[in-house]
């Protein structure tokens, strides 16, 4: 006969049933539903639901977008963005002073530049005198663990609103687009920035980027975060209203990915990340879980960014506004749904408030 040890171990295996050993003897209950077909036992209390997650929400893995306009002084509400605000280099000690108190640990900034002249080559974007520049200065001053990422684009700072250096008959010039938003970069980089994100999309802009830091000294000392999946997404609206990036004429799906394009995204991401990009973003996030999830997979030794962009915080607001849920559950979800997807840094206009949830 069996001991009862062993017909234990068989019943489970071969029968998956439950088993009963009165007094030493084994038998079988019958009809009773399988062992593992009972899950709720495993989440029943709130301490061990928290357990179920591979990766815990923590405050370091959200990163904070702030608008840096060229008014020292300004500190101007953006209707399209709840909460948001275009900031002047004046205003940043009193605005982000309480928020790394509370333990924010990074921002990216985007520059808004108002009142300067704009040419087709986006001469202001590395300005000495303009906001990103002196942001960056006033903050490595003020507060020097606070981790500093730059928007490097050109969109923001050209009279036609486009990414990029344009031909004659108006489509994108790629390699001087290239060259000059790396000059860019590097730029942003000597000013003391610890990281550059490229948001172009422009073919090889990656490695051109690496190589410059490189070939001015900074290969080892700056990080180079790639949106690499960067979708022509309708969800920019608010962030353009923003930053006053909307183009002047045209759109730009010749150099953001197609929504439809997953092949397009997996190509892009393995490219980014063979030209050197130390962090891989998908942009934006919600809508794109699944390339969130490829970028994971296909590059796990890397960081995986995601943006969770203007659009859907304004409709996370929104849907809370007109009473479809509570803003702070739905805040959680979006984002939990990002991590799980595999991301391991946010960027999101709710970083102020997780600061204060988490």
């Not at 009142?115 to 003020?142: E, F, H, M, W, Y």
């Not at 410059?212 to 997404?233: E, I, P, Q, R, V």
């Not at 296909?298 to 859907?312: K, N």
Request: hydrophobic letters at 40%; aromatic letters at 8%; glycine letters at 8%.
């Amino acid at each position: 006969m069996l001991s009862s040890f062993w017909a234990i171990c068989w019943a489970t295996e071969r029968c998956r049933k439950i088993v009963k050993i009165p007094d030493g003897s084994v038998s079988f209950v019958k009809d009773v539903a399988e062992c593992d077909s009972i899950l709720q036992g495993g989440y029943a209390h709130p301490t061990s639901r928290k357990w179920q997650a591979k990766r815990q929400l923590t405050k370091s893995m959200f990163m904070y977008p702030i608008f840096i306009t060229d008014d020292p002084d300004a500190s101007v509400e953006i209707p399209t963005l709840p909460g948001q605000r275009r900031w002047g280099v004046n205003k940043l000690e009193g605005f982000i002073g309480p928020l790394v108190e509370k333990g924010l640990e990074s921002v990216i900034l985007f520059g808004v530049p108002l009142n300067c002249v704009k040419d087709g080559r986006g001469t202001p974007a590395d300005d000495a005198s303009g906001p990103v520049i002196l942001a960056i200065k006033k903050l490595r001053q003020l507060y020097p663990s606070l981790y500093i990422a730059c928007d490097v684009c050109l969109c923001e700072y050209t009279d036609h609103g486009h990414c990029g250096l344009l031909n004659n008959d108006s489509t994108i010039n790629t390699p001087p687009s290239v060259a000059r938003i790396a000059e860019v970069a590097v730029n942003y980089a000597r000013a003391g920035a610890h990281c550059v994100a490229p948001s172009d999309m422009m073919d090889g802009r990656i490695k051109s980027i690496k190589r410059g830091l490189m070939d001015a000294g900074f290969g080892n000392k700056c990080t180079l975060m790639s949106y690499s999946a960067k979708f022509a997404s309708s969800l920019y609206g608010p962030f353009r209203d923003a930053a006053g990036s909307a183009p002047s004429f045209g759109d730009r799906t010749c150099y953001q990915l197609p929504p439809t394009a997953r092949g397009l995204a997996r190509r892009a991401i393995q490219r980014d990340a063979n030209e050197g990009a130390d962090i891989i973003m998908v942009k934006p996030a919600l809508p794109y879980l699944d390339i969130i999830s490829d970028a994971a997979e296909l590059t796990p030794d890397h960081p995986i960014a995601c943006y969770q962009v203007s659009g859907e915080f304004a409709m996370v607001h929104a849907g809370a506004a007109a009473g479809v849920y509570d803003l702070k559950t739905m805040a959680f979800e979006s984002v939990e749904g990002m991590v799980r997807a595999g991301a391991t840094l946010i960027l999101t206009y709710f970083t102020p408030d997780f600061l204060e949830w988490l």
